[in-house]
């Protein structure tokens, strides 16, 4: 018999989209663990490891409140399950992690289109996107990575929006010779993002959306201290 797809999940909650293009959407967030990409400055880094000492039970993950390295195994029908045992509301599905798309998500997408939502993933781009094409693909692009990692150009193509996190006007540059690849229609939308509401980054965000035309992301939720 097949082995049923299984996940890897840090956590999960319900909570307002703070980001991007779907900023305000009710959303049922379904972080993935694991991500070997070592961004210096990510907000989740309790995410990055597989470590099989940290596995535990589903309800050990619902029952904690902060971040853990903590993460639990499931099947998608028990994801489903545990969603109606929480009676969340939300329509949208946000995927992240970690690096959601170390796994591949097309059977995840699609049972959660069958069951009504919509869904939407967050990835760095540097692993193949395995969704279904309904999935809205944010690529929050990341370049020159200790290890090798770098964005892959399929993923700015597959991106419906582009979301880069900057501090520094090297960050800019990062992103415009990427966005030589964006050749698709229609174009993606592209989002700076500051990073960790720093007063400068927001500053240098605001000035490069301004000449460029570009949109700035807040991460809204921070400011208003939801999850
Ligand atoms: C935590 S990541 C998880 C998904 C995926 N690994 C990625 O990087 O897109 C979710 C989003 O948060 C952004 N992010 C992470 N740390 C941040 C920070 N300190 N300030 C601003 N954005 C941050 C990422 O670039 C990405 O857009
Ligand atoms: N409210 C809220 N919006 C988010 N958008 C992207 C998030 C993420 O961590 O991927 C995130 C998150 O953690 N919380
Ligand atoms: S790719 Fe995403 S999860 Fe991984 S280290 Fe960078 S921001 Fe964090
Ligand atoms: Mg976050």
Redesign the pocket.
């Known amino acids: 018999m097949q082995t049923p797809t299984e996940y890897k999940i840090n956590e999960v909650?319900e909570?307002?989209?703070?980001?991007?293009a779907l900023?305000g959407v009710p959303?049922i967030?379904v972080?993935l663990q694991g991500c070997p990409v070592g961004c210096a400055w990510c907000?989740?880094k309790h995410t990055w490891t597989l470590d099989e000492q940290f596995q535990v039970s589903s309800e050990q993950v619902m029952a904690e409140s902060g971040e853990s390295e903590n993460w639990f195994a499931t099947s998608i029908e028990q994801l489903l399950n545990l969603f109606d045992r929480h009676q969340y509301q939300a329509k949208n599905i946000?995927l992240?992690?970690g690096e959601p798309c170390m796994y591949d998500l097309r059977p995840l997408c699609k049972a959660l289109f069958d069951k009504g939502y919509t869904v939407s993933v967050?990835t760095s781009g540097t692993y193949e996107i395995k969704v279904t094409p309904e999935t809205w693909v944010?690529v929050s692009p990341k370049v020159d990575m200790k290890g090798g990692f770098k964005v892959r150009e399929d993923a700015i193509l597959r991106a419906n929006e582009i979301k880069h996190p900057v501090a520094m006007e090297k960050h800019i540059e990062e992103l415009e010779n990427l966005l030589v690849w964006a050749t698709q229609i229609p174009a993606p939308l592209v989002y700076l993002q500051p990073i960790s509401q720093q007063k400068r980054a927001t500053e240098l965000a605001v000035k490069t959306c301004i000449a460029k035309n570009w949109r700035l992301s807040l991460?809204?939720?921070?400011f208003i201290g939801?999850?």
Request: charged share 25%; hydrophobic share 20%; net charge negative.
């Open positions: 909650f909570s307002i989209q703070g980001e991007g900023t959303s967030f972080r907000d989740t946000i992240t992690g967050e944010t991460q809204t939720h921070k939801i999850e």
